[in-house]
């Protein structure tokens, strides 16, 4: 599908539909939506994907309902009368869409969107400050002048309940090194300090992603990552040849490029 692609209603309506709904699980907001496209209404219960033939999506996109002298029900439509693809929503997509703010329960979104927004906790901060600190109590490096050789001081300086280097070849070939000068000895020093952050900061984002107690947080966030989720959303209409208007609060419409 290249940058010039032309919706098509019997082609796009059902792959479109099925990328918006695959986006909103990974993003955690596959809740409280329809989509109505290509003659169908694709919508959530209970988190599930329910699909069911919908010929007048109009019904869902009114507005508040007035009456004329006559009490007769007058009521608003705002959609695209060629019907290429309509939305109603509530919830975290409308909270997107309407102030630019993503908020959203840890436990609702996909393990890869897990990883990148704990991170962005101060939860994620506090602990791994603490394992640092805990790890940097006991010996940070190795002295040839205590330890007899370096597979000596890593068997008694281990990070033992996370396994810091178990599998880990790149710490230790198992044979006795031996360095030149004191530059040499330093730039070794350096490179397995830093390896040995990476893991530790590596141990605790897996530690607090699949935490419980994590999942069953809230994440807000006004910045970076809903503008990235909005362009996310942006792209994928438009790789269709499709653009959308906000209409009441609840509702957005398409139309072609």
């Known amino acids: 599908m290249d940058d010039k692609h032309i919706f098509n209603k019997e082609a796009d309506s059902e792959m479109l539909a099925m990328e918006i709904v695959a986006f909103l699980r990974k993003w955690g907001m596959w809740r409280d939506v329809q989509i109505f496209s290509g003659g169908k209404c694709y919508t959530d219960e209970n988190g599930e994907l329910v699909i069911r033939d919908e010929k007048h999506p109009e019904e869902y996109l009114v507005g508040v309902t007035h009456y004329d002298c006559n009490d007769?029900?007058?009521?608003q439509d705002l959609s695209n009368p060629e019907r290429f693809l309509d939305m109603t929503f509530e919830g975290p997509l409308w909270l997107l869409l309407r102030n630019h703010e993503y908020e959203v329960k840890i436990e609702d979104v996909s393990d890869e969107v897990r990883h990148m927004i704990v991170l962005e906790t101060a939860e994620y901060e506090e602990v791994e400050t603490e394992s640092m600190e805990e790890y940097l109590e006991g010996e940070y490096s190795w002295?040839?002048?205590?330890?007899?050789?370096?597979?000596?001081?890593?068997?008694?300086t281990q990070y033992s309940y996370m396994d810091l280097f178990a599998n880990n070849e790149s710490l230790s070939d198992g044979r006795e090194i031996e360095f030149s000068g004191r530059e040499e000895y330093e730039g070794f020093l350096m490179r397995h300090a830093i390896e040995r952050e990476r893991i530790i900061c590596e141990y605790c984002e897996d530690d607090l992603c699949n935490n419980p107690d994590m999942l069953e947080k809230t994440f807000y966030d006004s910045g970076e990552i809903a503008g990235m989720i909005i362009d996310e959303f942006n792209d994928l209409l438009a790789k269709y040849g499709l653009w959308y208007d906000l209409c009441f609060s609840w509702s957005l419409t398409t139309y072609r490029i």
């Open 143 to 156: 002295d040839p002048m205590e330890y007899d050789s370096y597979e000596e001081w890593l068997e008694l």
């Open 72 to 75: 007769k029900a007058v009521w």
